[in-house]
């Protein structure tokens, strides 16, 4: 009997990491299939002002999860959202809008775990392993790789399009530090209401500038914001934190690393994007620069490495001594 139960648990658990990889991937899909239908900004307040407005209509009932926030630490989750979700969601839809491939800007998102833990050192004087540098170059060597090789397949992508990924990357790096020096945490519930409506009243206010708040009546727009809400908010964010619950940070952070190359089959199966070798041999080196990192060490050293396009990431400051995990994610 045990042992039928057992299976049955890790029949359940692979089901539920099946599901997870698939829905947190599903956010970069989601940002490639909605820039065809209207602009960046139409599309980001349009994702985000319903989800805001279901939020503020629910926080009533779960005064639990705002007990103990003061005004300093309302506003600095309000910073934290902007950079962690606004900023790097206008960076990441921009760059998949120009031509940059899904693959590539999942691979991008996902060196920021490297990158931050890389800095936790001369910006908090923090132990940095050699081993962490060695991954920290290996997994850029990996983004290098991939990004040439999406570069010469014959798109009319200019270079600097590229470059816009990285701001997308190096928000989330602000948001990691801004966060980790929080010393009040903060209820998952909480934050997310906090950053979704920060998100809605950016983009609000971006798109009526522009003049294009206005949604476009098609049906594929109205497809590509429902994906968005329903598979990386409620499928990618839900799954994460039940995951979290039943198998720990160990096993959260061991699937987030397959997001890159996920996304990048996916994306090259649903719009013929680039996957050829070179770009198989770049996710490997990815993959390989977590497993530097990670392998050897007391304590998982990196956090979710990225939220598909429409979550709040947990950001995490890679150390030897400890992983610090947040009370909310994002990507895709």
């Known amino acids: 009997m045990p042992s039928r139960v057992s299976a049955g648990c890790g029949r359940v658990n692979a089901l539920l990491s099946v599901a997870f990889v698939l829905c947190w ?128 397949a014959g798109s009319a992508v200019a270079w600097w399009v590229y470059l816009i990924p990285f701001l997308g990357m190096l928000s989330l790096v602000a948001a990691t530090f801004l966060e980790g020096r929080s010393r009040v945490p903060v209820a998952p519930r909480a934050a997310l209401t906090i950053h979704c409506v920060t998100s809605a009243v950016l983009f609000s206010g971006l798109a009526v500038a522009g003049g294009v708040a206005a949604p476009p009546a098609s049906f594929s727009f109205w497809a590509a914001t429902a994906w968005l809400v329903v598979l990386p908010t409620f499928g990618g964010y839900g799954l994460y934190w039940l995951i979290l619950r039943r198998r720990g940070i160990t096993q959260v952070n061991t699937l987030m690393f397959l997001m890159a190359p996920v996304t990048a089959l996916w994306g090259a199966l649903a719009f013929g994007e680039p996957f050829g070798v070179q770009t198989a041999l770049g996710l490997a080196a990815g993959l390989a620069a977590v497993a530097v990192v990670s392998l050897g060490t007391g304590a998982p050293p990196l956090g979710p490495p990225g939220p598909p396009p429409t979550e709040v990431r947990a950001p995490a400051i890679s150390t030897r001594a400890s992983t610090r995990s947040r009370s909310s994610s994002s990507a895709g």
């Open 25 to 152: 991937s599903s956010g970069f899909i989601g940002a490639k299939l909605g820039a065809g239908t209207s602009t960046v900004t139409t599309l980001l307040m349009w994702r985000f002002l319903p989800l805001a407005l279901v939020l503020v209509a629910v926080a009533p009932f779960s005064r639990a999860a705002w007990r103990g926030l003061g005004p300093r630490d309302i506003g600095r989750q309000i910073a934290v959202g902007a950079l962690s979700q606004s900023g790097y969601l206008l960076s990441v839809y921009h760059a998949i809008q120009l031509g940059v491939s899904t693959g590539t800007t999942a691979l991008i998102d996902g060196v920021q775990p490297l990158v931050a833990g890389a800095l936790a050192g001369p910006l908090l004087r923090q132990y940095v392993s050699r081993r962490q540098w060695a991954g920290l170059w290996l997994g850029l060597a990996g983004v290098a790789t991939v990004t040439s090789a999406d570069a010469a």
